[in-house]
């Protein structure tokens, strides 16, 4: 018995362990301190486990007012005591981010780009581990420019790709590239489907494809440079339309590859919405479905 019973403890440890979100930086144990610079939070200063322990939901979107506007819909969605628009900005001490947290869930600003939400989802993998959190799902709600989609469709990524339609990520370290996979959670994926047609909102799963600018990256015609003909932009939509690609926006590469290396389950949800002057264009969120 007794081997077996060991190899139970073991197992049961390895999840425990398995469902911790992990980071993966061996120096990070030598530290005396951490500094989470742009949080304004520290292992120091504050009680991570105390603070953020019980989390079990990370929603991450750009602007700061739309996800202040998301925590205190989360306040109301979960009947939490006191008044939503009482609720504290935690990195107030810094003008970066914001951080709301409501019950499990975190709600957090990114800003806009694959730098912006890269300093922020270290800084968040960081905190999620010194809190001992686990069984941690993250969601980008995201506002992206639809392809081939009617106004007010939501996407949910099924792969975060790049601008050659590839489910990669380039991050250049030490001078060298290195690719890691973006592929997103399928189960996360399908429960939100589930969710959207519960509540009858029109909602796709397609690729959202990751571009490092606006404009030109994103073919657009009203930039201050435009290098491309209207035809040129109308074949490369038609070329993404064909490797599945749904909508368009610029953080989705960095979301996937951070949250597959550190095992947190993640997706992606989106609104899109097409402008006047353009066959796919800005785009917002609708907060209001439950993810
Ligand atoms: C969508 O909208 C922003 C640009 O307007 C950017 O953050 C994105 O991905």
Same mark, same amino acid.
Request: proline letters at 3%; one cysteine or more.
């Given at each position: ?6 190899? *139970?403890?073991?197992? @049961?440890?390895? &999840? ?11 120096? =990070? ?29 990370? *929603? ?17 969605? =979960? ?5 939503? @628009? ?14 709301? $947290?409501?019950?499990?869930? =975190? ?25 001992? *959190? ?35 990520? @380039? ?44 404009? @030109? ?47 947190? $389950? &993640? ?25």
């Amino acid at each position: 018995m007794a081997p077996i019973l060991l190899n *139970c403890m073991e197992n @049961e440890h390895n &999840d425990y362990i398995k469902q911790q979100v992990q980071v993966k930086n061996p120096y =990070l144990d030598t530290m005396e301190e951490d500094i989470l610079y742009h949080f304004s939070l520290s292992t120091k200063t504050h009680n991570l486990p105390e603070m953020f322990g019980d989390i079990k939901f990370v *929603c991450v979107g750009g602007s700061a007012n739309r996800m202040k506007a998301f925590a205190q819909f989360m306040h109301h969605e =979960l009947k939490l005591p006191g008044i939503p @628009e009482d609720i504290k900005d935690i990195c107030e001490g810094t003008d970066r981010y914001c951080m709301y $947290k409501v019950g499990p869930v =975190l709600s957090i600003s990114h800003g806009m780009g694959v730098p912006s939400i890269s300093i922020m989802l270290h800084e968040l993998i960081k905190l999620l581990h010194h809190a001992q *959190c686990r069984d941690v799902v993250l969601f980008r709600l995201g506002t992206s420019g639809g392809v081939g989609l009617a106004p007010g469709t939501v996407v949910i990524t099924d792969k975060a790709v790049d601008y050659s339609f590839r489910p990669q990520f @380039e991050q250049v370290v030490l001078g060298k590239v290195i690719t890691r996979s973006t592929e997103l959670d399928e189960g996360v994926a399908n429960e939100l489907l589930q969710c959207s047609s519960s509540q009858n909102i029109p909602t796709v799963i397609g690729n959202t494809m990751c571009t490092h600018d606006f404009y @030109e990256g994103q073919g657009r015609l009203d930039g201050a440079l435009c290098s491309f003909s209207h035809e040129e932009k109308l074949e490369y939509l038609r070329k993404a339309y064909e490797a599945g690609v749904r909508n368009i926006e610029m953080e989705s590469t960095v979301f996937a590859a951070m949250c597959r290396v550190c095992g947190l $389950k &993640d997706r992606q949800k989106y609104t899109s919405v097409l402008s006047k002057n353009l066959q796919h264009a800005a785009s917002f969120t609708k907060i209001s479905v439950s993810s």
